[in-house]
């Protein structure tokens, strides 16, 4: 029943420590480390590594992030149960991304930062109450909820928007291919926070931008290829878009020269929305690993078939 950590030298002696106070009896091995690839059940990892069959005993992965997309690109093997991050301390990172970002454009922000560069004195526009200001999250999964919870005190319109019908308490919820029109069509700042799949690719694109009322921005913290580049660039030069906030691109590091690096109405950040710190992940991987030994259901497990 061993547990390797397929992560830095530093990281993997902090969250061996943690485990082995937790866990004293289940060995951990790191990456430096001479392991015998045959005992290993539980896998800490960013992405897949290679020579995945040489683990003939694995049963669990644990994804260091709460995106999994990479996992189930690379094929996750048979039988093997794979586990999203699921941590109070990556949740409430997003919430306070999301809140700025939203705080941000509603109070023109990117124009602002803008005129500073260029010395100029002078009001952007009048925002709107925040009671007139609609914000709507596309995905009402563990992190979507909470970004909402943190904006509801900020007074904002909020709506939602997921795959299954869901009911949240102030929040106008909409959700599959039928409810995507109507919620677009009153959302004037739109957080896009769903996973990365097959679905989902490509879906933040010129037809869907167009189907937001005019002047709307964007907040993208999902995933990279689920934004079309030149469609956001189009949307924001016609005036269509007014502004948007990016924390994932693709590719990602975002190379040198893109035109989101010096456009002024694209505010851009280096995918730091959620850091995963150890102290943190320590916790989380320890109680599964536990209900995973008791038999019980841990949290955050991945459905292949659905993809997130
Ligand atoms: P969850 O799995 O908890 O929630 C996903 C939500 O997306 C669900 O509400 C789901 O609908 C909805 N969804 C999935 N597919 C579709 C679809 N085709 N149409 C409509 N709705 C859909 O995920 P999390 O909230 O934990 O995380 C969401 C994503 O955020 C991650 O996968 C990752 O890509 C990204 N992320 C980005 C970070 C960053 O630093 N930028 C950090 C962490 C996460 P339903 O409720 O019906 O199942
Ligand atoms: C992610 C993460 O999935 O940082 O992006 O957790």
């Known amino acids: 029943m061993t547990c390797f950590l397929n992560i830095d ?84 990172m997003m919430q306070e991304y999301v809140a700025m970002a939203v705080l941000g454009l509603h109070r023109d922000l990117p124009g602002y930062l803008s005129n500073q560069r260029a010395e100029v004195w002078q009001r952007v526009s009048v ?80 037809d869907l931008f167009a189907r937001l009322p005019d002047q709307a921005a964007l907040v993208h913290v999902g995933r990279g290829r689920q934004l079309d580049h030149p469609a956001l660039l189009k949307a924001l030069e016609s005036g269509r878009l007014r502004a948007a906030v990016l924390d994932v691109t693709e590719p990602e590091p975002l190379p040198k020269g893109h035109a989101f690096w010096s456009h002024p109405k694209v505010l851009l950040t280096p995918h730091i929305a959620c850091i995963t710190r150890i102290e943190a992940l320590g916790p989380a991987v320890a109680a599964n ?14 459905e292949p078939q659905r993809g997130y």
């Open 127 to 206: 925002p709107p109450p925040a009671q007139e200001r609609r914000v709507g999250v596309m995905g009402l999964g563990v992190l979507g909820q909470a970004v909402l919870q943190a904006l509801a005190p900020f007074g904002f319109a909020l709506s939602g928007w997921a795959r299954s019908p869901r009911r949240i308490d102030g929040v106008r919820c909409f959700h599959g291919a039928e409810g995507l029109q109507e919620f677009l069509a009153q959302t004037d700042i739109l957080v896009c926070l769903l996973p990365l799949t097959t679905e989902t690719e490509g879906i933040l694109s010129g």
């Open 9 to 92: 030298a530093e990281r993997g002696r902090l969250l061996r420590t943690y485990l082995h106070q937790v866990l004293p009896d289940l060995p951990v091995v790191l990456q430096d480390e001479v392991l015998d690839p045959g005992a290993i059940r539980y896998l800490v990892t960013w992405t897949l590594p290679e020579d995945m069959n040489r683990f003939r005993r694995l049963e669990v992965i644990f994804s260091l992030g709460a995106g999994v997309d990479q996992f189930i690109a690379a094929g996750v093997p048979e039988g093997v149960q794979l586990v999203r991050l699921i941590d109070p301390g990556l949740t409430a």
């Open 289 to 302: 690993i536990t209900r995973h030994q008791e038999g019980a259901q841990m949290e955050g497990v991945v």
